[in-house]
């Protein structure tokens, strides 16, 4: 057996590939399967020609200079891949970000190029980082699923059919990395080989999915994945499939703010404007008013700003923007709301930003899902989402996730930033009574599951996703109306900006 289990060993225990994965992240360089597989994206032809020539500038440079695994060089054809993924997820990431699409441009290449220069300059580890972060997360997929499934056919795996369908050119080489090292053995089944870990391969499989962790990988790609399915809905429509009631709750709370013609009023995450231009919150404020629509997604204030143009609508203004950081000086609004969107925040953060920039005596206020949402209080739910359930205790994750704030969480936020807070609870009904929007909705929508999805591979994530719909019609055909609902309750909370 190659002693170079030893080294990598020692290589994995180290501190350094956290810090350098960390790093990569910080620097907005990334790679995922959930990225490269995806069959969406799109890269124009003058974009793949600047790719390529980036690409092997790069390869040029690593390898005359022997670096990326100084130690153990790697096979050309694993040298260009190296370069090629990360420069080709980082671009879709630099497009996502900078267009709220999936669609490369020269721009976008550009841009990652110069994120990976940067990385590298900074890495300690110099060129090798890059390899580095390959390493990590390639081969992390690669055991990951075969610990995932027990065990996978040798050809599945060099075809990358369940795990990989990015970059199979290098797969041979891996399997045969992972033979050498002892992390994989190989058994002839009858009907072909099979590939299952060795205890060496579990402790592998163990320490790189405590480096994704630790280096904040995997939460980015739970939180990330999000951008990939939340603008592929039909937002408003799915919504008032699965919360039949919440256009009259929302109605019915925006009128509680007493928000008067004139005013200056910011709206944090008001992604298609169903607050702000569907339901009123515009008119509230009169022709001489002003709403500053504020919310991180591209794709959604597009529909908000298709809406306002449909409509004449003259004061609403949309601002791209998050809100921990909001891109106003201090008291600039009379007041400012949130409907349905602090629970994707780091909530503290976004009601001192929220306080900020709200004039002192001015009102702060936010409408947020019911604390600690566990979809599974439908009774239906309960039944229909079992693997999911179990997929969580064989994780050892929690079941969802962005469903609702922990219990407590906006009355302390509240609580800390402003005075006179009052938080009141509003029931209205959940309703998976269309079961297929109701699966949109948690896990494209409100994307309750990715803190289970970003762990499995690639290939079963979208298997559990179909089977979930397949099951769900048999399961709706089997429970009565009663059994798809649930009556929830929703927090408003309203406190004002001291100092008046
Ligand atoms: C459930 S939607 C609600 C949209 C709208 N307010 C409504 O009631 O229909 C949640 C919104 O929060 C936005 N969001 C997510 N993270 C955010 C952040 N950090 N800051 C502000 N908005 C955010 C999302 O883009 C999305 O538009």
């Given at each position: 057996m190659d002693?170079g289990h030893a080294?990598l060993w020692s290589w994995l225990m180290?501190?350094?590939p956290?810090?350098?994965?960390?790093?990569?992240?910080?620097?907005?360089?990334?790679?995922?399967?959930?990225?490269?597989?995806?069959?969406?994206?799109?890269?124009?032809?003058?974009?793949?020609?600047?790719?390529?020539?980036?690409?092997?500038?790069?390869?040029?440079?690593?390898?005359?200079?022997?670096?990326?695994?100084?130690?153990?060089?790697?096979?050309?054809?694993?040298?260009?891949?190296?370069?090629?993924?990360?420069?080709?997820?980082?671009?879709?990431?630099?497009?996502?970000?900078?267009?709220?699409?999936?669609?490369?441009?020269?721009?976008?290449?550009?841009?990652?190029?110069?994120?990976?220069?940067?990385?590298?300059?900074?890495?300690?580890?110099?060129?090798?980082?890059?390899?580095?972060?390959?390493f990590v997360i390639a081969t992390h997929e690669d055991l990951n699923a075969i610990a995932y499934y027990g065990r996978m056919?040798a050809?599945?795996f060099?075809?990358?059919?369940l795990h990989?369908?990015?970059?199979?050119?290098?797969?041979?080489?891996q399997l045969?990395l992972y033979h050498r090292l002892g992390w994989v053995d190989r058994v002839?089944?009858?009907?072909?080989?099979m590939l299952t870990l060795t205890d060496r391969g579990r402790a592998v499989v163990e320490r790189l999915r405590h480096i994704l962790a630790?280096?904040?990988?995997l939460?980015?790609?739970?939180?990330?994945?999000?951008?990939?399915?939340?603008?592929?809905?039909?937002?408003?429509?799915?919504?008032?499939?699965?919360?039949?009631?919440?256009?009259?709750?929302?109605?019915?709370?925006?009128?509680?703010?007493?928000?008067?013609?004139?005013?200056?009023?910011?709206?944090?995450?008001?992604?298609?404007?169903?607050?702000?231009?569907?339901?009123?919150?515009?008119?509230?404020?009169?022709?001489?008013?002003?709403?500053?629509?504020?919310?991180?997604?591209?794709?959604?204030?597009?529909?908000?700003?298709?809406?306002?143009?449909?409509?004449?609508?003259?004061?609403?203004?949309?601002?791209?923007?998050?809100?921990?950081?909001?891109?106003?000086?201090?008291?600039?609004?009379?007041?400012?709301?949130?409907?349905?969107?602090?629970?994707?925040?780091?909530?503290?953060?976004?009601?001192?930003?929220?306080?900020?920039?709200?004039?002192?005596?001015?009102?702060?206020?936010?409408?947020?899902?019911?604390?600690?949402?566990?979809?599974?209080?439908?009774?239906?739910?309960?039944?229909?989402?079992?693997?999911?359930?179990?997929?969580?205790?064989r994780l050892g994750?929690?079941?969802?996730?962005?469903?609702?704030?922990?219990?407590?969480?906006?009355?302390?936020?509240?609580?800390?930033?402003?005075?006179?807070?009052?938080?009141?609870?509003?029931?209205?009904?959940?309703?998976?009574?269309?079961?297929?929007?109701?699966?949109?909705?948690?896990?494209?929508?409100?994307?309750?599951?990715?803190?289970?999805?970003?762990r499995l591979p690639?290939?079963e994530?979208?298997?559990?996703?179909?089977?979930?719909?397949?099951?769900?019609?048999?399961?709706?055909?089997?429970?009565?109306?009663?059994?798809?609902?649930?009556?929830?309750?929703?927090?408003?909370?309203?406190?004002?900006?001291?100092?008046?």
């Open positions: 002693d080294v180290d501190h350094a956290v810090d350098t994965v960390r790093q990569a992240l910080a620097d907005g360089v990334v790679l995922d399967t959930w990225i490269n597989g995806d069959a969406e994206e799109q890269v124009g032809a003058a974009a793949e020609t600047r790719l390529v020539q980036e690409q092997e500038r790069w390869v040029t440079t690593a390898l005359t200079t022997g670096a990326i695994f100084p130690a153990r060089p790697m096979p050309d054809a694993y040298v260009r891949t190296v370069f090629h993924d990360l420069l080709f997820s980082t671009a879709l990431y630099a497009a996502h970000q900078a267009k709220g699409r999936r669609t490369v441009d020269v721009p976008d290449v550009e841009e990652a190029a110069a994120r990976l220069r940067r990385f590298v300059a900074r890495a300690p580890a110099g060129l090798t980082a890059a390899g580095v972060v390959f056919a050809d599945d060099l075809h990358g059919r990989r369908p990015w970059s199979p050119v290098v797969l041979q080489a045969a002839f089944t009858g009907t072909g080989d630790a280096s904040g990988e939460a980015w790609r739970a939180d990330n994945q999000r951008w990939a399915v939340f603008g592929e809905m039909d937002y408003d429509t799915v919504l008032a499939r699965v919360a039949p009631d919440a256009n009259a709750q929302t109605a019915q709370y925006l009128k509680s703010l007493g928000l008067r013609a004139g005013m200056r009023v910011l709206e944090v995450g008001c992604g298609t404007g169903r607050a702000t231009v569907d339901l009123g919150l515009a008119d509230l404020v009169g022709p001489g008013g002003m709403v500053v629509a504020l919310d991180p997604s591209r794709t959604l204030l597009d529909k908000l700003e298709a809406k306002i143009r449909a409509r004449g609508i003259r004061n609403v203004q949309v601002v791209q923007g998050i809100a921990e950081a909001l891109p106003f000086p201090a008291h600039t609004f009379d007041a400012a709301v949130a409907v349905a969107a602090l629970h994707f925040t780091d909530v503290d953060r976004a009601v001192a930003e929220m306080a900020r920039v709200t004039k002192p005596g001015g009102l702060v206020s936010a409408l947020c899902p019911p604390p600690e949402f566990d979809v599974r209080t439908i009774p239906m739910v309960a039944l229909w989402f079992r693997p999911l359930t179990a997929l969580a205790e994750v929690p079941f969802g996730e962005k469903n609702g704030l922990p219990r407590g969480r906006l009355q302390a936020a509240f609580a800390r930033h402003l005075t006179d807070v009052v938080v009141t609870d509003l029931p209205r009904t959940v309703s998976a009574e269309d079961y297929r929007s109701f699966l949109t909705f948690v896990l494209k929508g409100a994307a309750f599951f990715q803190n289970i999805l970003c690639y290939h994530r979208g298997a559990l996703i179909q089977r979930l719909e397949e099951t769900g019609a048999a399961i709706a055909a089997h429970t009565t109306p009663a059994e798809k609902q649930a009556v929830v309750y929703n927090e408003a909370a309203y406190g004002r900006v001291p100092g008046a």
